[in-house]
Every structure is written in C-alpha cells, then in structure tokens.
C-alpha cells in the first residue's frame, strides 16, 4: 500500500505560479503511474496532468497543456505539478493518485490510490 500526501495549495492571483507536491511512502515509488486530478464545487473530478513509471511518458488535459508541468523525483519519492500562467477557471481541489496499471490513464477510476487533496483557489 502506497499513501500520498499532497502539499502546496494556496490563493494565488490569475497569471501567478503554484508548485504542488505529493510524496509518497509504502511501496517502492517507482512502481506506478502517477497522475493529478482535480475537482471543482459541483463537478466531476478530471484528469489534468500523468507521468509514466519510467518518467519518460507526460501527458496533460488540453485545458493546462503549455501552462503545467507533471515531473517526479524518484529520490524523494514526489511526483510535482508545476502550475503557472493560474486562471481562475483552475480552482479547484487538486489530487495526487496513482495506478499499478503500466500506462497513464485519465479515468479516475483506474487509479488505485489516493491523496487527500489540496485546494488551489486562483483569483480573478
């Protein structure tokens, strides 16, 4: 069993940048995909941004491409999703997940485990 901690939400003003984090302990790290989630008041949960085992495989929703950046440390066992260029329509809940399947997948429901999330507010 792997648990996930994710860390580095906050309120940020539209144009700014966020930094999220999610470490990881239990099984080895490197075992799994990752992914990041999110989901807003009243909304379905959504995939925004996948890494592969490897690292090599990154893979984003059309909504953030150019903008985030999915990476992970394999060393510290964290898996990052850098934010920049915020718009309001980004705040949300943000969740960290990952998956023993081999390859990154957007359903949520793929995903085997999960981090309590961290809330991302952008301003307008």
């Known amino acids: 069993q792997v648990q996930l901690v994710e860390s580095g939400g906050g309120l940020v003003q539209a144009g700014g940048s966020l930094r999220l984090s999610c470490a990881a302990s239990?099984?080895?790290?490197?075992?799994?995909?990752m992914g990041w989630f999110r989901q807003a008041p009243g909304k379905e949960r959504e995939f925004v941004a996948g890494?592969?085992?490897?690292?090599?495989?990154?893979y984003y929703t059309d909504s953030v491409k150019g903008r985030f950046t999915i990476s992970r440390d394999v060393a510290k066992n964290t898996v990052y999703l850098q934010m920049n260029s915020l718009k309001p329509e980004d705040t949300a809940v943000y969740y960290c997940?990952?998956?023993?399947?081999?390859?990154?997948?957007?359903?949520?429901?793929?995903?085997?485990?999960w981090g309590q999330g961290t809330q991302v507010t952008v301003s307008s």
């Open positions: 997940a990952g998956r023993n399947g081999p390859i990154v997948t957007m359903s949520p429901s793929t995903y085997d485990f």
């Open positions: 239990g099984r080895t790290f490197s075992w799994y995909v």
């Open positions: 890494i592969s085992k490897s690292g090599g495989g990154l």
